[in-house]
């Protein structure tokens, strides 16, 4: 999963020093003595690699207060990706370390260790769960696929954890050490499946007014049924749509960045349909019951009252429409408003509309039709640019093609924040 | 800053006390401590290594190690080698440690 809100040079450290620390204190803890070296490599490998797996289930709880000490979703996601990789990689390297072991004594013996009829259903279940990380991660690198399919092989991968914890604990015994690393993992994926993907915590809300902004992106107002998620613009909420008089939801969490945060604590989110849930979403109806998660993210959590520039790319737009509708900037704002088509932009006419009112607001609206915008013009049309806070939401590619740009004009890597609307 | 630096410290502590509390790593079936490795076969070594990690009582210990000295001396003897002694002892070793009573 790489991160919505990419600020490359401020991530903090904690995802990582998790991700580093947790395999080497394993590792520490279990570094053999008097062990042939590929003996000791497998072994180290091993638990290297459970560690490395144990920091990427941490990584996934999806739980604000967590990943916010995590430093944030986005950050804690693309952490769990690196080591879920690395763990990956380095459990191959177990099995094969240890035919290296056994090829010291014969080749025979190293074909013995490898091949999984020549041994016990302790060590299946490991081979099984490199299996399944295998499948899984797969998965993963497959960007193509629909959040549906992406989401039942990620579980294969998931089944892969417990399998292979009872690969160790049945080899290793029941000692506290396997059993704390147990209760480590399920305590992890508990709080990933119950809680955030069955929406244990997640609060009710109810669906109040539907209205189309373009064609195929429909805003919706969301009142809380009960106590209201206290969300900031710039931040998004996961959310999952359920049943309406005529109306049948998808059911599952699907990030939104609000795009406003009204009075009676009522949040309103834009959706554009990309794929199967967000098209089913555009015959969203008043009354739909909504559970929401959150609130996650800071994108514009690090606005001070200096001259800011905002990037927006299609349906990117959303967190700027939060923080706009909240009322009067306190600094100068210029807003590059990149989308496809000059007529029905979502939101062009209340942007325009801003515009006028505000002085402090400047909007630079930008039709690219098909083809890339000249992003080098469009940053020459903002003054000062060394001198602004910068805020760049929209498509990866966008998002990506920015950023060597505004570094390439002095822009300080600090004053530059990055959402990408394309973690999972 | 602070708190970032708070945080890095609290992981580092947390990281490490755990690592600390269990200090020593599982014992391992190797050349060095088991009579008979090499008549045995991969499978036999993690089935043998999985045993002798799972006793509590340090009489059961010793009993499956007698029966295992039997059964390697039986396969050195049809090999037409004399096994030697290991000088090191698994039983022994979680005694040592407090793992067996
Ligand atoms: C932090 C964050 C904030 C977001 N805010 C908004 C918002 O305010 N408004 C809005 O309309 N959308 C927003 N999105 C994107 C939205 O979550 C996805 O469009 C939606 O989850 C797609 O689900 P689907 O089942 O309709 O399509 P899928 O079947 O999942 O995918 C359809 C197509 O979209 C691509 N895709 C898949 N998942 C995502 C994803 N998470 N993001 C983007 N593209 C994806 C796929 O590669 C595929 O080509 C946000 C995403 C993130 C991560």
Redesign the pocket.
Known sequence: MSG?YVTPWRDPPVAAALVVGLPLALVWWAVPEGLPWWRSIAIVSAWGGMGLLLASLVLMVREPRVARFLGGLETAYRWHHRSGVAAYLLLLVHPLALAADAWAESPARAWQALAPWAQSWPVWLGWAALVLLMIGLAATFA??L???RWRGLHLVLAAGVPIGLAHVVVLLGSTGSGLALVALALLALGARFVVSDLGVAARPYRVTAVARRAAGVIEASLAPCAAALAVAPGQ?VLAAFGEGPHYRG?GEY????V?GVDRDAQLR????A??????RLQDLESGVLVRLQGPF?RFLGARRAEPALWIAGG?GI?PFMAALRAGPLDADTTLIYLHREAAGAPFADELAALAAGDPRFELISCATGDRAPDFDALLAQADRLAERMIHVCGPPAMVDALAPRLRARGVAPGAVHF?R???? | MKTRLARILLCAALIGAAAAASAGGPWRAAEQNTVGWQFMSPEERVEHQRRMRSFTSYEACVAYQAEHHARMAERAQQAGVTLAPKAESGCERFRARGVLK
């Not at chain 1, 699907?254 to 960045?257: D, L, S």
């Not at chain 1, 989110?269 to 554009?272: E, F, G, Q, T, W």
């Open positions: 919505p960007l193509n629909s959040y549906r998004f998808c699907h990030p939104f960045t795009s989110v834009a959706v554009k990309l794929g199967p849930c967000s098209q993210g349906i959303t959402e609307f394309d973690f999972r």
